[in-house]
């Protein structure tokens, strides 16, 4: 039993593609960041896949994104939590944040924190949502379209917004802002009603 780093994003998904497929909302993060080091130039920055194995079955999962040094993390055990901050910290990998079921994270950094004499803090408590009946909107009264390059101010005002009625206090960092905006047009993933 123990934390097994992948050499890739294939054969992580080769040990854990169908736990993430069978319950995609649970799992969104891990296969949001599979889909991107899929789609990344071979420059962008890189992550690392971790799979906790035990008699040949794979149990558990981790993912470092080392841009911003953050973990997202599977449901896990105490002891899992323990040996994965060990295996992480064997590797020299950082980390800023991490991301996960609230009982796992929490065990994971304290296990983190002891390790590293650096003291941790809750930053955010969320919750999972998932939409299981979708009532489509009047077509009458619009229609969707792809964001496009001359939707950028718009949709820079509206993430801005959204993230000011979410976290008041907190700003949304300038050059964050303008990439999450930049990505959602370069990958065609934005759209506007």
Known sequence: MSWSLCENVEEFLG?????LSSNESL??????MC?????SPADAPSHTFLTFEEAGVSSAHAIVMHAS???VMSDI??????????????NAIELKMAEGPVRATEAFS???????GRPFAL????????????IRPDPAGGSMVPVLLEHEGLLRAFLAGFHDDCFPGRPFPTEQLHARVRRLIDEEKGVLW
């Open 35 to 39: 889909e991107r080091a899929q789609t």
């Open 27 to 32: 799992h969104c993060l891990a296969l949001g």
């Open 15 to 19: 040990r854990r593609g169908d736990v």
């Open 77 to 90: 055990t105490d002891a899992q939590a323990r040996e994965l901050s060990a295996a992480l910290t064997k």
């Open 123 to 134: 930053q955010m408590d969320q919750g999972l949502y998932e939409v299981t009946h979708v």
């Open 110 to 116: 304290e296990a983190w924190s002891r390790t590293h």
């Open 69 to 71: 040094q953050a973990l």
